[in-house]
Nanobody
Framework: QVQLVESGGGLVQAGDSLTLSCAASGRAFSRYAVGWFRQAPGKEREFAVA????????YCADSVKGRFTISRDNAKNTVYLQMNSLTPEDTAVYYC??????????????????WGQGTQVTVSS
């Protein structure tokens, strides 16, 4: 079992930066790929970015490419999401998820086994 807790969300202005953290507890977290998903009001949950278990491979959705960076520190059981140049369209609840998929950087929600409770990010214009 892996438990995930997101933190770092908040209210920011357009153009600002924000860093989210996903802290994990439980066994063998370092063996799992981790992804960040987000869900805006009235919309379906969408994939944002993922990182492989080793941290050697990352993959970003086109909507965040060049602005969002994912990293991990397996010694601290923590994954980070650095978000730059935020826009109101980035407003959503952000979830981290861990999964043991055949894919190094899973992009489907169904490929993840464990989810956090989410953290709200609101970007004002």
């Amino acid at each position: 079992q892996v438990q995930l807790v997101e933190s770092g969300g908040g209210l920011v202005q357009a153009g600002d930066s924000l860093t989210l953290s996903c802290a994990a507890s439980g066994r063998a977290f370092s063996r799992y790929a981790v992804g960040w998903f987000r869900q805006a009001p009235g919309k379906e949950r969408e994939f944002a970015v993922a990182i492989s278990w080793s941290g050697g491979t990352t993959y970003c959705a086109d909507s965040v490419k060049g602005r969002f960076t994912i990293s991990r520190d397996n010694a601290k059981n923590t994954v980070y999401l650095q978000m730059n140049s935020l826009t109101p369209e980035d407003t959503a609840v952000y979830y981290c998820a861990a999964g043991n998929s055949w894919r190094a950087t899973p992009i489907l929600a169904s490929e993840y086994d464990y989810w956090g409770q989410g953290t709200q990010v609101t970007v004002s214009s």
